[in-house]
């Protein structure tokens, strides 16, 4: 994919998250289940930084936010980049 085609994509993700409250966390849950066991790395690295974005721009239900902590702590037990990424968003 091209840099604009991402960038696209990215702002759709992150304008489906913040202006319907009621798909906001299916995005959450939808970007964990792409960021677990993603064998590319690039690919994680990219999700990642997404997954902060959406983190600091808006937050899950209250239902699903302790889901959200959990799955994103045990990442962040890891020692590589993306836990790094995560533990960022633990604190966003």
């Not at 792409?34 to 790395?41: A, H, K, V, Y």
């Amino acid at each position: 994919a091209t840099d604009c085609q991402r960038q696209a994509s990215r702002s759709a993700v992150l304008g489906l998250a913040r202006g319907d409250a009621s798909l906001r966390d299916e995005v959450y849950v939808q970007m964990l289940k792409q960021l677990t066991g993603n064998p590319s790395s690039r690919s994680q690295a990219r999700g990642w930084e997404l997954f902060e974005q959406l983190c600091l721009m808006v937050l899950p239900s209250q239902s699903m936010i302790e889901y959200v902590r959990a799955q994103v702590q045990e990442i962040a037990g890891s020692q590589d980049a993306p836990a790094e990424c995560a533990r960022r968003c633990l604190t966003a």
